[in-house]
């Protein structure tokens, strides 16, 4: 497959060939959905709890003698059944994390870059590199592309001007290609890469 590479200003700077292999799959969507529940699961912080009954704070003396009221017989008032009393069987803290083999989360990243570049939704710049950190200058730049929420995706490292210049643009996110994953490839409409960053994710993903 082979994309035309364009730079920051909108002009173009020759094109690029891209692996079939990652960039030509048919995009499986079951195979999506299985990475993205991965990466939800292990991002929850599973720190939900509620007090049992010997964690409230009643007295643990029996309410009213056993027998002779013509009522139920109880013990304290931390019982579940009285409000505010210890709550039976609710959550605790967990992990919600499951495992994925690494192979499946390959394949799920490829299946996301392939989704892009089929619907053409992917493009492909020289580098991120600016003069100053302006943001209303990338800003005026991004409209012009027509970029409305994008993902880019540059090389090892993030360029530091282009990073602090789009740290306020709505709509906007930069990582670095160690980072690339499929929640964040699909959430955004339009998935940006640098020359790079395309080396390196090929790297990593062949």
């Known amino acids: 497959m082979k994309l035309d590479v364009i730079k920051l200003d909108g002009g173009t700077a020759g094109s690029v060939d891209l692996g079939d292999e990652i960039f030509g799959l048919e995009p499986r969507v079951d195979i999506l959905h299985r990475v993205v529940r991965w990466q939800r699961n292990n991002a929850q912080q599973g720190t939900h709890k509620v007090k049992t009954r ?57 299946h996301a870059l392939s989704s892009k570049a089929a619907s053409g939704n992917l493009v492909v710049i020289e580098n991120t590199e600016i003069g100053d950190a302006k943001t209303g ?14 993902l880019v995706i540059d090389g090892t490292d993030v360029n530091e001007n282009f990073s602090r210049a ?12 160690v980072g690339a994953n499929v929640y964040d490839i699909l959430k955004r409409d339009t998935l940006v890469i640098t020359k790079a960053g395309l080396e390196a994710l090929e790297a990593r993903l062949k």
């Open 166 to 177: 789009a740290r306020n643009i709505e709509g906007l996110d930069i990582l670095p290609s």
């Open 137 to 150: 200058a990338l800003a005026k730049q991004i409209k012009q592309l027509g970029w409305k929420r994008a």
């Open 54 to 110: 010997s964690e409230t704070s009643y007295s643990t003396k029996k309410i009213y003698r056993q027998k002779g009221t013509g009522g139920a017989r109880h013990g304290d008032r931390n019982a579940p059944i009285f409000r505010k009393g210890g709550i039976y069987k609710g959550p605790t803290p967990r992990s919600h994390g499951h495992d994925l083999t690494k192979k499946f989360r390959k394949l799920g990243l490829c």
